[in-house]
């Protein structure tokens, strides 16, 4: 009969296979549980359009950046380029979509699939190149892909965009924002479990002796190079499925979106979410996509203000200040990031009242 466990006093593993273990105690599941089933009751009902536009935008970044966490955070290799390869994915399941005719559960893994081809070309260089002259050359891909998704207008349709059917599945439409809530925080559970357990594995332990040490990892017998082809792999597919979802949810996309900014927000995610870390990427995209509506609405009321335009000051920069500040002062004053934050927190409380 199997044992519960709840909150043991210490650490008693008696097999290997119990330190691999995603909870380590069933208090642990059972709350997960309970949130999991709290986030798709109540958030649907409770929020106002604008609400659960944000939220889905927080699922949407929060997908891509489990990814890319995989990618800086286990593995060690630094990418400007992820938000290029959400395009791709955004492109791709357009593309499918409108020439093909391929449903919603088609396009989207498909999506993955064609970014993480991508993902495979632009992480060729990281055979040879390691640290910034590997963030250079991502920085490249993320230009070049830029220049493709404008300019190969047989496929994208250049600057005129392309418009997606309504999303589908098993002839059930989907449409709106609560619809696309499901779907979105759906796929973010499953994809998030995958990667949970994907660093539980040998490629997961891979991973993590390549960022630690690659020449010690290489020296244990590790091959350094296809593991890294691995995790750029794995990282793009998770853009791409991101960036497929994102197009049928947005119906309409053009290639404005996914230029250097994006990809400079999906490291902030991951720096200030907490690199290393799951959790850290989801906490890292509320973070910032709450911060991009907080400083949209902060720059609509500036600019209102007299003040504002009688000293000419320019509110653009606005933006990009702010994150640059918040990755800065997270890199000082918490490097492992928000996830640190909530691991102090929970601890605090399992204590309570002794841990004063």
Known sequence: MRKWIFHPCGNFHERYETQLNVYETDYGRFWTAVGIVLLFTAVPLVSSHYLLYVVNSIGIAAIAAIGLNILVGYTGQISLGHGAFFGVGAYGAAYLATRWGAP??????????????????????SSRLKGLYLTIATL????????VLIHWESVTRGTMGITLPTAGIFGLEIAGDRAFFYLIFTLLVAMLWFAVNLLRTRYGRAFIAIRDNDRAAEGMGIAIFPYKLLAFAISSFYAGV??????????????????????VEYIAMVIIGGMGNMSGAVFGAVFITGLNEILRWGTDLMMNMGFVTQMGLNMAPLREFVFGLAIVLFILFEPRGLAEVWRIVRSSFRLWPFSY
């Open 242 to 263: 991101a960036g497929a979802v994102w197009a049928y949810y947005t119906i309409s996309i053009t290639a404005e979106p996914f230029n250097l900014g994006l990809s």
């Open 140 to 147: 490249a891909g993320q230009f070049i892909i830029e220049y």
């Open 104 to 125: 919603l559960l088609v396009s989207v893994p498909a999506a993955g699939l064609i970014a993480a081809i991508a993902g495979l070309v632009f992480g060729l260089p």
